[in-house]
């Protein structure tokens, strides 16, 4: 498949604008609500977080985007709206109504999100009045602050966008997150949005972002914690005038390739962007008898607090890799498996091997770490993405409501 990448941002997409303004939900008067709208109709699809306690944007959006179509998304940052009751299932419906309203567009269209402190309430007065302003102010070149506004601790926008041929035309796809703690699968403190100008049918635009999440967004953990809040959604409005897609062949195949790339850079961003990170961590497993077995084994390594640790101290202790490989609900021999920084081997066949602990030091200073496992029991491969866990991960968080 061939693609062209672009650092465009969510309205790259033809017929896509967006906005972001200061409503005063942050303490801090930064950028709080964001607006993304749709010009036509379009198809939508969602994957939600499976934490049982579920915020009420969550709840309201998701029997939303059961109907398949929708043509905004409003979304706060700095209140999560979550353990709020009745109350705040009224405020998400309020939000939706507000934005439904700005825009003449039916309330059922309008789709909702939130992040920030559970178990406080909205600040409806200032969430309205920051709506009506985000509604006048939407624009092909409201991207970038669209993204800035729906940041909590992330110290920078994460956007990502390319190009694929796709149904005989050029389709362009971007997408926005956000996320620095509370990230593990299923999923995390984690919102994502992505547009496409794509004609796509909402069956197969639903198949194509749970195969992308699959490999992408459940691919990522930074401190093990499932949020209340996490969505990724899609929305897809037919403006690139290509043949609709439908199913995952051909045209279809390449359209999920690409939206599993965009998703893929997107989760890359978020962990390169973990509270208190020093170094960017990928664990790679090969020789699974599985993708999923790879998956869970590279995840039981990259949740590890005593790996990860091991990898801020730049200890090279691959006893802590296979210990935490070993906690993997897939069956393997331990007396099979090599583990490798990068190009050093430090263990084969399940035990010891001589390494140079100063070539491996180096190999751990570095911002970017890659560890390689081979099970040798199959063909299946996965990678994790994961960040080491520092001093300044237990500040952050110590002190996240003040």
Known sequence: ????????????????????????????????????????????????TVN?????????????????????????????????????????????????????????????????????????????????????SLSV????ESARAICTTDTFVKEYSLTLNAGGKPVRIGGMAKGAGMIHPNLATLLAFITTD??????TLKQALVIAVGKSFHC?????????????????????????????????QKFAEALTTVCQELARRVVLDGEGATKFIEVKVKGAPTFEAARDCAMAVAKSSLFK????????????????????????????VDISFGPLKVAKDGAAVDFSEAKALGLLKRK???VLIDLKAGKGEAA???????????????????
């Open 1 to 48: 498949m061939k693609t062209t990448q672009h650092s465009g941002s969510i309205t790259f997409a033809k017929g896509f604008l967006a906005s972001g303004v200061a409503c005063g939900i942050k303490k801090s008067g930064k950028s709080d609500l964001s607006i993304l709208y749709s010009e036509s109709p379009s198809t939508v699809a969602g994957v939600f």
């Open 52 to 136: 049982q306690v579920k915020a009420a944007p969550v709840l309201l959006t998701a029997k939303r985007v059961a109907g398949g179509t929708a043509r905004a998304i409003v979304v706060n940052s700095g209140n999560a709206n979550a353990c709020t009751g009745d109350a705040g299932l009224k405020d998400a419906e309020k939000m939706a109504s507000l934005v439904g309203h700005h825009l003449g567009l039916p309330e059922k269209e309008v789709l909702v999100a939130s992040t920030g402190v559970i178990g406080r309430y909205l600040p409806m007065e200032k969430v309205s009045s920051g709506i009506e302003a985000a509604a006048r």
């Open 141 to 144: 070149e409201g991207g970038e």
């Open 198 to 203: 794509a004609a796509i049918d909402a069956a």
């Open 220 to 252: 990522i953990t930074i401190d093990g914690d499932c949020s209340t809040n996490d969505s990724v959604l899609v929305m897809a409005n037919g403006r690139a005038g290509n043949k609709p897609l439908k199913g995952l062949a051909g045209d279809g």
């Open 309 to 336: 640790t091991a990898m801020f101290g730049m200890d090279a202790n691959w006893g802590r890799i296979l210990a935490a490989l070993g906690t993997a609900p897939v069956k393997f021999n331990p007396a099979k």
């Open 368 to 370: 970017e770490v890659e």
């Open 384 to 402: 994790v993405y994961t960040s080491d866990l520092s001093y300044d991960y237990v500040k952050i968080n110590a002190s996240y409501r003040t």
